[in-house]
């Protein structure tokens, strides 16, 4: 097993199935069950830009949902939609109790709004459900994670957190694309990445502090 630990390697920009062929090699051939919980996560994220079963972000994207009137539409004789303007969304990334979140909200003229809606004129969709239009994505316990990951983690876990940021950010910016965004805010994956790691080398230092208090040598690499 350690010939196979010292030939693993990862690419320079590897996909999720290549991080955990990695981690397995790393673990004597296993996914432990928190990272296996996050990388699951992480799958079902990428996935909602692909064909499949329904979810959050198709259901944005679903014209027939759209309110034709405010956004200068119509249908064409071949039963597609057509329109001149795309719906206003704000998203917001947010870290709950759960995990990592995507969430996405109308407009209503200026309004923000976060509750279900049917038929308003003043709203460009013809139905906002927050329960099935809300929550675009969620990498479960990715807050805990990354801090397991400064405690203890390896360069399969860094790895597959960089990735994670990297779906979020692919999928905004599909969103972009194809939804009128005005309004983008929150704390990214990035951001908690970067004050976990600074609170990791505050600790550390005091760690080394008190080594040198009690006469013990300190490694730096």
Not at 87 to 95: D, E, N, S
Request: charged fraction near 30%; include cysteine; proline fraction near 4%.
């Amino acid at each position: 097993m350690s010939g196979t630990h010292n030939k693993a390697h990862l690419p320079s920009n590897p996909t999720l199935k290549e991080i955990n062929w990695f981690k397995k090699q790393i673990n004597w051939g296993e996914l432990p069950p928190f990272y296996h919980l996050v990388a699951s996560s992480v799958s079902e994220s990428e996935g909602v830009l692909e064909h499949g079963f329904d979810n959050a972000v198709k259901n944005l994207l679903d014209k027939r949902n759209w309110n034709l009137d405010l956004l200068d539409g119509y249908e064409d004789n071949f039963g597609e939609i057509h329109t001149k303007h795309k719906p206003r969304i704000a998203l917001h990334q947010v870290f709950t109790d759960r995990g990592f979140e995507l969430w996405a909200q109308p407009y209503a003229k200026d309004v923000i709004v976060d509750q279900y809606i049917k038929d308003n004129r003043f709203m460009e969709f013809r139905v906002w459900d927050p329960h099935s239009m809300k929550n675009l994505i969620r990498i479960n316990q990715l807050h805990k994670f990354i801090g397991f990951y400064f405690e203890r983690g390896d360069k399969a876990d860094k790895a597959l957190i960089l990735h994670a940021h990297k779906v979020v950010h692919k999928i905004i910016t599909f969103l972009q694309r194809e939804l009128n965004v005005v309004k983008l805010d929150g704390v990214t994956i990035k951001e908690l990445y970067q004050l976990c790691e600074k609170d990791s080398r505050a600790s550390s230092d005091e760690i080394d502090i008190a080594k040198i208090a009690i006469g013990e040598p300190i490694n730096k690499e």
